[in-house]
């Protein structure tokens, strides 16, 4: 029966169907585009936690309680309408809160409207370090935005760190125009100055967004000798550097951002993917009690046997019920209060990912990490095998396992 009524729910949240006493959230993305898998497994990840606790009754505010109403909101992976959409979002009211956002373009043009307002954003699933860093170099001294994803410092360290354990010391640097691209390049190589330079960037090589033959590019590294290509970008372009690769014959590791654990790199570069390795904070297996539920809630729920973007859908599903927990330790639906509890939680919240203890803390211009929720223990490696990610580190799965039980 529950069941039932959780399905109804997730199609009822599809527009603003509850009555006027509810908790207004917006859930925004790109649903539509190359970056679609990312930002739909994000929201249908949130609306699957929103309609499960809709079927308990909504959540607790003050002395009642209430359910949430969702609004949701395309941004097509463009930033003009990521402006747009945060200009519009700023001037609602009632707003409690957002979660969203895939794109750092799209953060860029738009959270500043929210800013503006003080209306609390939970970004999620990604947008690159500009997105926070944007705020500590202004130096404002009262942030509503947080970011709940494993930030490109976690990331782009672990790609340099699994190219040194794998004793190569040449690599090229390959990444996208786009500002996701552009600062995770930046990340990438500051990192390999950080970890003692034991890597040499012997190409540097970018890509457009639809660029589909990468033979120019690949050419420079090969003939450079690359041993491994240390990659940075958002959508299927990735698969048609994996491609170019096999058809140069080039059998060298791909390792890069999280993106290449998304449906349309897998699916476009098919066999030729497999061996790719990226960061990621959740691989669809049920290695947990708490996985497995996720996992087969969400099938179940939008009919599918492998979710698009899983670490999307997890980090959706994580978020949105950190946001609940938020609104009922504030005893309230304005979007002020609810930073502030973000700020200071004081109970856990269990989470597919982790349980969450105190994920947040007061907003400090010198330290991002004040509002970033993910840390290095929450991220592991996963590697591309058969269309599928699975864990590239054995030790990683026990570890989760192991983590799980305590």
């Not at 739909?40 to 308990?56: C, F, Q, T, V, Y």
């Not at 372009?237 to 390792?255: R, T």
Request: contains cysteine; aromatic residues 6%; proline residues 3%.
């Amino acid at each position: 029966m529950k069941k039932i009524l959780i399905a109804m729910l997730l199609a009822m949240s599809a527009a603003p169907a509850f009555a006027a006493d509810t908790v207004k959230i917006a859930i925004t993305g790109p649903f539509s585009g190359g970056s679609a898998p990312m930002g739909a497994s994000m929201r249908d990840g949130a609306k699957l936690a929103i309609a499960e606790i809709n079927a308990a009754g909504g959540v607790s505010v003050g002395d009642k309680k209430m359910l949430f109403e969702v609004i949701e909101r395309d941004d097509e992976a463009k930033n003009e309408r990521g402006a747009l959409i945060g200009q519009e979002l700023a001037s609602m009211s009632d707003l409690s809160g957002v979660i969203g956002s895939v794109n750092t373009g799209v953060v860029l043009a738009g959270d500043r409207h929210l800013q503006e307002k003080g209306i609390t954003k939970i970004i999620c699933p990604a947008a690159g370090s500009a997105s926070m860093t944007q705020w500590s170099k202004a130096g404002v001294k009262d942030l509503s935005i947080f970011r709940f994803a494993a930030h490109d410092g976690i990331q782009s360290a672990m790609v340099v760190e699994e190219a040194i354990n794998r004793n190569f010391t040449k690599v090229a640097v390959f990444y996208d125009s786009t500002n996701y691209g552009v600062s995770g390049r930046d990340d990438m190589l500051e990192q390999i100055r950080k970890q003692g330079n034991k890597l040499e960037v012997i190409a540097t090589e970018k890509f457009n967004i639809g660029d589909k033959d990468m033979t120019a590019q690949l050419l420079r590294a090969k003939s450079a000798g690359a041993q491994a290509i240390l990659i940075w970008g958002i959508g299927p372009e990735l698969a048609a550097v994996a491609n170019g690769m096999a058809k140069m014959d080039m059998k060298i590791p791909l390792i890069g951002g999280w993106p290449l654990s998304m449906s349309n790199y897998i699916d476009n570069a098919g066999k030729n993917g497999n061996g790719t390795l990226m960061p990621q904070t959740f691989i669809e297996e049920p290695i947990t009690p708490k996985a497995k539920s996720f996992i087969d809630a969400y099938h179940k729920a939008y009919n599918v046997t492998r979710i698009a973007s899983p670490v999307s859908a997890a980090q959706g599903y994580d978020a949105a019920y950190i946001f609940a927990a938020a609104v009922k330790q504030a005893a309230s639906t304005d979007t002020k209060k609810i930073k502030e509890a973000l700020e200071d939680m004081k109970e856990p919240v269990e989470g597919v990912i982790a349980t969450w203890k105190h994920p947040y803390t007061k907003w400090d211009p010198a330290n991002v990490e004040t509002h970033e929720a993910f840390r290095r223990e929450n991220a592991v490696m996963g590697m591309v095998q058969d269309g599928r990610v699975v864990f590239g580190n054995d030790a990683d799965r026990q570890r989760l396992i192991q983590n799980a039980s305590k």
